[in-house]
């Protein structure tokens, strides 16, 4: 590429910066998700510093007391205190989740490119790989994972990777096609640029906005899917501070202490609620097609 139309791209991506922090800033959605995001990120991360009390300790002589100053949101049926063990849960959900969409897009992402940009066989092979991995329920796939390698927090990661990364398969190669008849792209085959060079200098960075949507999307469902299997015992075990073992747990107290059921429920759905929001947030910011409404 010539020098002065490489520094005028560089000139036009520096303008469009303030351009793009605006319309981010000015997304109510994303400003909210941020914020919820934020805080259950910095709950997991600062859990030693916060958490008021051990997640494992058991304290007979207070099992399922009621909120009040010394557990400010009660204890459980072994007498551990629930905020800790909230906070210690939020840390393992993000882990599993971030673990298993990192997964699916380094797998998924790849895919599509190649298949968008080469097509033909490449493409139809590829695309049949992810219709085969569409077509096992999640459920059915941690179970099978589960009877080959046994439960735990590595194994949920996988599934949650295998069953999400078609999905980035999709969106990268529909991307893909869409930009790979541009003028830049064309203008970088006739320069003699090699396939490789194209996608990751040019098709890369222009699908970058709907696969940042697409993780946060994912981020969601990866935390709703470890908590529901952890409550169906197929990921995290006991005495493991996890959101689903603990709705799993409070199910069998929940008429002594109602309470106990709430916490780990809310937290789980503000946790998914704010990777929505996030992830709507950058699609409506980042779409050409939503900015005017």
Do not use: C
């Not at 090699?194 to 946060?216: D, F, Q, T, Y």
């Not at 109602?258 to 992830?279: D, H, K, Q, R, T």
Request: charged share 15%.
């Amino acid at each position: 590429m010539p020098t002065s139309t490489r520094a005028s791209t560089t000139l036009e991506i520096v303008a469009a910066v303030p351009r793009l922090r605006r319309r981010l800033l000015a997304e109510r959605r994303l400003s909210i998700g941020l914020i919820l995001m934020g805080l259950f990120i910095l709950g997991g991360l600062l859990a030693p510093i916060l958490a008021p009390y051990d997640p494992l300790k058991q304290d007979y002589r207070r099992m399922l007391a009621p909120p009040d100053v010394v557990h400010l949101l009660g204890t459980d049926e072994f007498g551990r205190d629930i905020l800790s063990r909230l906070l210690y849960g939020g840390r393992i959900s993000l882990l599993v989740a971030g673990g298993g969409v990192a997964m699916a897009g380094g797998i998924g992402v790849p895919l599509g490119l190649l298949a968008g940009y080469y097509g033909g066989l490449t493409a139809a092979g590829l695309m049949r790989l992810t219709d085969v991995a569409m077509a096992f329920p999640p459920i059915l796939l941690a179970i099978s994972v589960v009877a080959l390698f046994g439960p735990g927090l590595t194994n949920l990661a996988v599934v949650i990777g295998v069953t999400y990364f078609p999905r980035f398969a999709r969106l990268a190669y529909v991307a893909t096609l869409s930009v790979k008849t541009s003028l830049f792209v064309e203008a970088g085959r006739a320069l003699g640029a090699s396939g490789g060079r194209i996608l990751k200098k040019h098709i890369s960075p222009n699908i970058a906005a709907p696969i940042l949507v697409e993780v946060s999307l994912a981020l969601g469902f990866g935390i709703l899917l470890e908590s529901g299997l952890s409550f169906l015992g197929l990921g995290a075990q006991p005495p493991s501070p996890s959101w689903g073992l603990m709705v799993a747990d409070a199910r069998q107290v929940m008429s002594q202490m109602p309470f106990y059921l709430l916490w780990p429920s809310l937290a789980v759905a503000g946790a998914i609620l704010a990777f929505n929001l996030l992830g709507d947030g950058m699609r409506d910011a980042l779409d050409p097609r939503l900015r005017g409404h």
